[in-house]
Structure formats: C-alpha cells, structure tokens
C-alpha cells in the first residue's frame, strides 16, 4: 500500500511563528504536492515539485514556501503564520509523468492563534 | 484559473436509490478525471477513474465521461449509509501534473 504520512494530525501555533509541515512518501514517487482545504473552497493547490530540488508555485502560494532535499520528503514552510492560514493542509504523492491518481496523507489541521 | 464545478448538495437520497453526482470543468485539454471519497475528518481517497468518453464501471459505481460537453459524472448505485460523505471531481491540468479539485458535494443516505 501506498504510504504518505504527514508528521503531525494537529497543530496550534501563534501568529508570526514560522512553521515547519512535513510529508514523507513510501512509493518513490517522482510528485508530491501541498494543497489546503477548507470549507465551501474545496481543495487548493499551494505547491508542487516533479522532483528533488525542483519546485512549482500552485494557486495559492503566497506566505508559503516548500522544500524538497529528498525525494521522499516534501516539506511545506509557513514563513510568519497568520489566522488566515489556519486551516486543513494535505499532503499527496504521485508517479511521474500524467494520468495518474494522486495518493494523499492523513492531514494536518493546523490553527494559527 | 481552470476550473471544476459541482454542486455542494447536500444531495439526500434514500438508502438503496441511486445517487447521481456531477461535475463540469473548464480545461478542454484535459484528459483525465477522478472521483475521490473524503469522510469528515478525514483526507481524501480514490473511488474512480476515468480517461475515455462514456461509462466505466467498478461495482456500484460508474463514472460517465462526455468530453465534448466537459462533463464528468459518478454514479452511486444500491446506496448505503456507508456511502454518506463528500465526493470531489478532480481534473488533470493539462499545464502540470496536478489535479484541480472541484469543491465536492456531499452527499446523505439515508436508512
């Protein structure tokens, strides 16, 4: 089975901290993305990356940044949380190249205080 | 912005009626789509997928796809409580390797 685990289900951090998520994928799988969801906006694109080092800006990409020295690993950088970046964030892997399902991580619902 | 519409619902059905969900998009180009399950609280998990025009079918479930008028549709035959979630609609886009989600509709059987 396919595994992408995300480091932490629940998250409660002050306004202008900067916060760290992290996922890690099991598959060798050459995409890993970052969207968040909330409610009534369904789910939105943040980052993404074809591979180690590369990275691509989604929809939403302001106030964040990524990181990706591993191929397994796909880190999502909140640089000075905000109340409005509270909110549900997945993580979800897929093998290179189109057609292919996006596999996604259980979560991290992260409140900005 | 491509874009993938679906109507939030609730959509109520009666245990063991059919559900229809639907979803147009915006991105003529792409090629393939997918219907994901998500139930409260937790992330989102593949139920189909479909890169053809017409129907595909995987138990009770068939997805209808009709390119032409860029529309995709899952069908929910003999529903069950278990079934009560939200279904998203997620399209490829066509510009990069991610899917574009449709905000979902979420769906009620019920016994």
């Known amino acids: 089975d396919v595994k992408v685990t995300q480091s932490s289900r629940y998250l409660v951090k002050r306004t202008g901290e900067k916060v760290f998520l992290e996922c890690v994928q099991d598959m060798d799988h050459e995409n890993m993305f970052w969207y968040r969801q909330d409610p009534g906006l369904g789910l939105r694109l943040i980052y993404f990356s074809y591979d180690v080092k590369m990275k691509e800006k989604g929809d939403i990409p302001e106030g964040y940044s990524v990181s990706r020295e591993k191929k397994e690993r796909f880190s999502l950088i909140l640089e000075s949380a905000s109340t409005n970046q509270t909110s549900m964030y997945l993580c979800?892997?897929?093998f290179g190249g189109g057609n292919t399902e996006a596999f996604f991580g259980q979560g991290t619902r992260l409140t900005v205080v | 912005q491509k874009e993938v519409e679906q109507n939030s619902g609730p959509l109520s059905v009666p245990e063991g009626a059919i559900a229809s969900l639907n979803c147009t998009y915006s991105?003529?180009?792409?090629?393939?789509f997918f219907w994901y399950r998500q139930y409260s609280g937790k992330s989102p998990e593949l139920i189909m997928f479909?890169?053809?025009?017409g129907d595909k079918e995987d138990g009770r479930f068939t997805a209808q796809l009709n390119k032409a008028s860029q529309y995709v549709s899952l069908l929910i035959r003999d529903s069950q409580p278990s079934d009560s979630a939200t279904y998203l609609c997620?399209?490829?886009?066509?510009?990069?390797?991610?899917?574009?989600f449709g905000s979902g509709t979420r769906l009620q059987v019920q016994p």
């Open positions: 479909i890169y053809s025009n």
């Open positions: 991105d003529r180009g792409s090629q393939s």
């Open positions: 997620a399209v490829e886009d066509t510009g990069r390797r991610a899917l574009t």
């Open positions: 979800a892997s897929s």
